[in-house]
């Protein structure tokens, strides 16, 4: 670590307690200014993929130097039977791939490769109108805080992580809100084995939550080469 001249005399004159009071001060400087380049970054790929008529979905910054973005197209709302949804192609990503690298370089950030892409299949879920997209399908969310009390000893107390079918609760004023709604089918007891059909089938259960509740909210990466939807509340919660 760079220590400024004087800094040993300074340990020495005042002991250990006002050296670390000097280390503490280096790394609250160097958290502030890692914040600020975070803030930066996620400024400017924001301004940029907005500006160019896309939304922008996530950001990450990953070991080596890698900046990954996530587009996708703006959602307009349900479509009409029949009618083919469209998605991100290859050259929307190298349109904005290229925007990015000129826009990066004119901000001064640091990067060694950029990685521009569309959602994959546990896409991640943060705003209401992500909600309303994707509502009817089987989503991941981890609570940011564990269920507690209000579990009333229906499911473990400790418990943050549900899968359930992602539904849309309308409230008697006129606003609403969400919830997913889920059952606890039984795992077999060896790989392969079949459940019963005599078996009575698991209560649904369903846990309504606010946007603020949610560290995190995904689509469940499940892969159906059937081609159906799983039924709703059929899905195993984690």
């Not at 197209?73 to 039977?81: I, S």
């Not at 521009?116 to 109108?129: A, E, K, Q, T």
């Not at 709604?181 to 084995?193: F, I, L, N, R, Y």
């Not at 606010?210 to 159906?228: C, N």
């Amino acid at each position: 670590m760079f220590r400024p001249a004087g800094c040993t005399a300074v340990r020495q004159a005042f002991g250990s307690g006002a050296a670390a009071k000097i280390g503490q001060g280096f790394q609250s400087e160097g958290r502030t200014r890692t914040v600020a380049l975070q803030q930066t970054v996620e400024k400017t790929v924001a301004q940029t993929v907005t500006g160019l008529g896309y939304d922008l979905v996530e950001i990450e910054r990953s070991a080596g130097g890698l900046l990954r973005v996530t587009i996708d197209l703006p959602w307009a709302g349900p479509v009409a039977e029949g009618v083919e949804e469209a998605f991100v192609t290859v050259e929307d990503c190298e349109k904005v791939t290229r925007q990015l690298q000129y826009t990066l370089e004119v901000e001064g950030v640091d990067y060694q490769r950029l990685e521009v892409s569309s959602p994959g299949i546990d896409r991640p879920l943060r705003h209401d109108r992500d909600f309303e997209r994707f509502a009817g399908e089987v989503i991941d969310i981890v609570l940011k805080a564990p269920m507690g009390q209000a579990a009333a000893g229906q499911v473990s107390a400790n418990r943050k992580k549900f899968r359930g079918t992602l539904e849309r609760v309308e409230a008697a004023d006129g606003s609403h809100g969400w919830q997913i709604v889920w059952s606890d089918e039984p795992t077999p007891a060896k790989p392969g084995q079949k459940i019963s059909k005599k078996r009575a089938p698991a209560t649904l259960q369903a846990l309504g939550f606010t946007l603020d509740e949610l560290r995190e909210a995904r689509l469940a990466p499940i892969v159906d080469f059937k081609g159906r939807k799983p039924k709703s509340g059929a899905a195993t919660p984690q």
